[in-house]
């Protein structure tokens, strides 16, 4: 998930059709691009359940039921829990910084906001060890304290929080960027204080944007492996989020099992889908009703 | 922090929300990255230079390079296609698939992984017809492909598509109207106006590809020299405890990534200056 594309999917407008194609280059077109995307989006997407279900749903359910499974599901929601909400707080305060103030450095600040897109997963759990592990810069340290970040939850936070770091600054700059300060100014002048104006003028603005970048940033907590899959020592019961489980059960053979976890994700991946496209329609029909 | 301001303003909270933003970002990206690096230049050169240059790291740069420039060169080409059909053909269950198009960006790697492993494998949906032709799919070359293909997908439709959809039909119409074919249309009037936004998606593909993991550990079947990408030697390297091999490698590996960021970023200044003029 890159900010790329998000980001001008919000402030798109209905496309324009009008074609010079003839009628026969128009079906050809258009019968490739869906043995493209069938052969590499519908197909897998249905080899999930499929897969999953390959035993009926009474295995289905087993596979879910196991205290492993169920340990697992705790360990990402938790995960989620505190990594999209140390991010959202941090999205709102650098996109107020950027978006409403010119100031020198302000391009070096958003290429390092944009910095963990472009760095591996795995070396992104890699620099987590090298600080936190055994052999690392605290490593140490925190042995003597009886500290475990590494191979312990307290690592697959981190490492979560650094790759999940940029999705909703990303989606919150451009958008408070082209709203501009003029409403914010307006209720300073007239007698609000600071938090009042971000509370009542600037949120309401950003409701929607906001909360697309929440959607975005909880889906990739949730589903982030290699760079979790580095820090978390794959302990099971212990220190395995979902997307590891998947990884043991596949590895044991279990496939129905592993594709029945498996399509939990799945789903968690198309109600993002769904709730990501319900809202660029919310925020065009507002922006439509904006004079 | 108020020396900063190149233009003064009553909206308050500048000095807390930029300080506590650089505090966070210094924290969680800035000071681990350059650890990583920290640690690797206390290497003597030598080592750096032995270590880089061991055929097993060659031969996975060389793959993953490889099948990295195949994977974004076949998005460039079926990411303009759809991004094409998308913005200018009607036809139902349209804004269904514009919809899926994100899949791959919201569905976690491991899933992806082990679901296009069983669909390529000897016995899958898939493998069993290419089998016959002696088409190995699953845990080979072509598999890592097939994986890269997949999360790389959205990049180039979702470069193209903004651009294609604020294209002036009217050059369109003058060109036709001048006498000019469907063909020659397209490569002399449109092509030029999407480049910019054609390698910028192709490049952004390129450069998720040459990091990618969880796809990939699944389908490539991993053997040394033959199909183990960068990133799995990284987490193999670190799994044997060789801290300085992993760290060296990851470092080699993020300054290429930084170089193919910094490519991005001028296409797109290029790309705005472009369609400004």
Known sequence: MNGIGTNTALVKSQPLVRTHESKWAKWGLTLLAFGFLGLFLLLPLAAIFSEGLKKGWSAYWTALKEPEAISAIKLTLLVAAIAVPANLVFGIVASWAIAKFEFRGKQILITLIDLPFSVSPVISGLIFVLIFGLQGYLGPWLREHDIKIIFAVPGIVLATVFITFPFIARELIPLMESQGRDEEEAALSLGANGWQTFFLVTLPNI?????????????????????????????RGMTNTLPLHVEILYNEYQFVAAFAVASLLALLALATLALKKILEWKVRSESEARP | MAFLLK?????????????????????VVLIPLAGLFVKSWALPWAEIGEILSAPRVVASFKLTFLTSLIAASLNLVFGL?????????????????????????????????ITLTTLYARNGWIGQYLEPYGIKAAYSQLGIVIALTFIGLPFVVRTVQPVLEDLD??????????????????????????????????????ARALGEYGSVVFIAGNMPMKTEVVSLLIVTRLEEYDYAGATTIAAAMLLMSFVVLLIVNLLQWWSRRWQAA
Not at chain 2, 7 to 27: A, D, E, I, K
């Open chain 1, 207 to 235: 409701k929607w944007g906001l909360l697309y970048g929440v959607i975005l940033c909880n889906a990739r907590a949730m589903g982030e492996f290699g760079a979790v899959s580095v820090v978390s020592g794959h302990i």
């Open chain 2, 7 to 27: 233009r003064r303003t009553v909206v308050p909270g500048f000095g807390l929300s930029l300080g506590l933003t650089v505090l966070y970002t210094c924290l």
């Open chain 2, 81 to 113: 296609l759809v991004a094409w059909v998308l913005v200018r053909y009607r036809f139902p269950g349209k804004s269904l698939l514009d919809a899926l198009v994100d899949l791959p960006f919201a569905l976690p790697t491991a899933v992806a992984g």
């Open chain 2, 169 to 206: 039909p009217e050059s369109e119409d003058a060109a036709y109207s001048l006498g000019a074919g469907r063909l020659q249309v397209f490569t002399k009037v449109v092509l030029p106006l999407l480049w910019p936004a054609l390698l910028t998606g192709f490049a952004l593909s390129f």
